[in-house]
């Protein structure tokens, strides 16, 4: 079942929101050469808990880091590190989620470390472009693959290949509520959407095959060929009219 929000629920997760988009902002000024992602955890960490917020995604089965941080092939659910320093040249998918008073704010996005190739930048845009794509579309009287389409035919007109094996997600009280939401056509065109519905979009894009494995830390996800990976992602909600951005600063 789709859990519809009302205008006050939907206030309380604009400020969810604004708090996990508070933190990732934080993130992207201290990503650098020589910082450590346990370093990148601690700095969001703070950001989440000093805004009487709690990180969403610490202790969600399990999972150590109050974010994710994913470097390079690695796709999402990368565990924070001490061992982890980014060096210059490096991409890192940074996933944050702050859960207040009871609502889940849900954002990522992947940065540069120092210079980057042409390519990851191509690729880093190409994902941030398939999201707002996507976005575009959740509107009242489309339907869920009309999102599922943006990303996978923008980010494969650019000659990239869309993550199947991990979607976005309907977002509220739960982290992962319904809908799930696939970056690929699936050939039904599923639910229709709705004034209320609050959703996580996240579009994973991979410069080579779609295919990913997980490490044996039961975690971290990599490409199956190695090639880099991107991760953009909005908590969104439908309206009368324009989509509207729960995750913005
Ligand atoms: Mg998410």
Known sequence: MIVLKSKNEIEIMRQAGQIAAEALEALKGA???????????????????????KPSFKGYHGFPGSICSSVNQQVVHGIPSRKVVLKEGDIISLDVGATYKGYVGDCAATFPVGAVSDQAIRLMQTTQEALMAAIAVARRGNYLEDISGAVQDYAESR?????????????????????????YRQGKRGPQLKPGMTLAIEPMVNEGVAETVTLKDKWTVVTEDGKLSAHFEHSIAVTDGEPEILTLL
Do not use: C, F, W
């Open 31 to 53: 990503v650098r050469p020589g910082i450590t992602t346990a370093e990148l955890d601690a700095i969001a960490h703070s950001i989440i808990t000093k805004r009487g917020a």
């Open 159 to 183: 000659g990239y290949a869309v993550v199947r094996q991990y979607v976005g997600h309907g977002v509220g009280r739960q982290m992962h509520e319904e809908p799930q939401i696939p970056n």
